[in-house]
């Protein structure tokens, strides 16, 4: 008898880890892609808006973590291996390319976004309060933020009458990214020349031109492949002693004047929410695209230094962030 039960007890332990497995594999699976590299805050504020509606992962749901390293061509084939594994929702997606990859390749799957423009104007959805479709998200609206920009730029460098611009040609939002930009800074009585770079050797270029030119503040337009190469923008831009206005915080950590932007992390997990609200029942179509509400002026005062520049008291005063 003792053996009989001692080899029924084995069986029931070999049969444990199937038991485990298949649990796992009957969890609802998140396919997280971003265009950019891993981001542990982001990812971490990902999760506690999945938390906020009772979703931890390895409990009651499963992510499946991808990264396109900064590669935009990648995007539509790793769009396409997430939507044949079948995952339940696809999230995290940061650009506007990655939207339109999720868009094209399933009309069933909800797709949350994070992105930066306005997802009415490439069609993602058909307006912000109803999507209408499988697409939702979060719309940071960053282009709305240039005139702010501009005006907090203005209030850096007083007598400006002229800026440049720094954009990456092959964005899908450039061509309106640089039309918003012309329409806010001729309101303010501002020319601006538009300068292009998609690799490392055109942002050495375009610096190695803006050096030899009357000094004039640089304006750097919201992109992630710019992002990704923020210190050899802000490197250049104080060996050249050239004031510039950012999209994020990241580059005034790495050493940019000044940077006018949304709560990222508040924006990721609210990506989180929603994506646990549809793995409750609710559909894209019905949850209105989020617009931020908090914004944060991060300032570095050592770059200011620097730069030779006297920071006014009463914009000191408004920074949310700086750096001494």
Known sequence: ????????????????????????????????????????????????GLMATGFIEGRNVAIDFRSAEGDVARLPLMVRELVSRPVTVIAGINSTAGALAAKAATTAIPVVF????????????????????????????????????????????????????????????????????????NSMGLSVEVFSASNEREIDRVFAILAVRPAAPLFVTSDLWLTTHRNQITELAAYH????????????DAGGLMSYAPDFLEAYRQAGVYTGRILRGEKPADLPVFLPTKFEFALNLKAADALG????????????VVIE
């Open 241 to 252: 002693k050239i004031p510039a206005s950012y999209d994020l915080r990241m580059y005034v």
């Open 309 to 320: 520049l006297t920071i006014p008291d009463r914009v000191r005063a408004i920074a949310d």
């Open 1 to 48: 008898m003792r053996r009989r039960e001692f080899m029924a007890g084995l069986g029931s332990a070999a049969a444990w880890p199937v038991v485990v497995r298949a649990q796992q594999s009957s969890l609802p699976l998140v396919g997280w892609l971003t265009q950019n590299a891993a981001d542990a805050r982001r990812e971490s504020a990902f999760r506690q």
């Open 114 to 185: 994070v992105i930066g423009g306005d997802p009415v104007k490439y069609g993602l959805v058909a307006s912000l309060n109803r999507p209408g479709g499988n697409l939702t998200g979060v719309s940071l609206m960053l282009n709305d933020l240039g005139p702010k920009r501009l005006e907090l730029m203005h209030d850096l460098v007083p007598g400006v009458t002229k800026i440049s611009a720094l954009i990456n040609p092959t964005n899908p939002n450039a061509k309106s990214d640089t039309d918003d930009l012309l329409k806010a800074a």
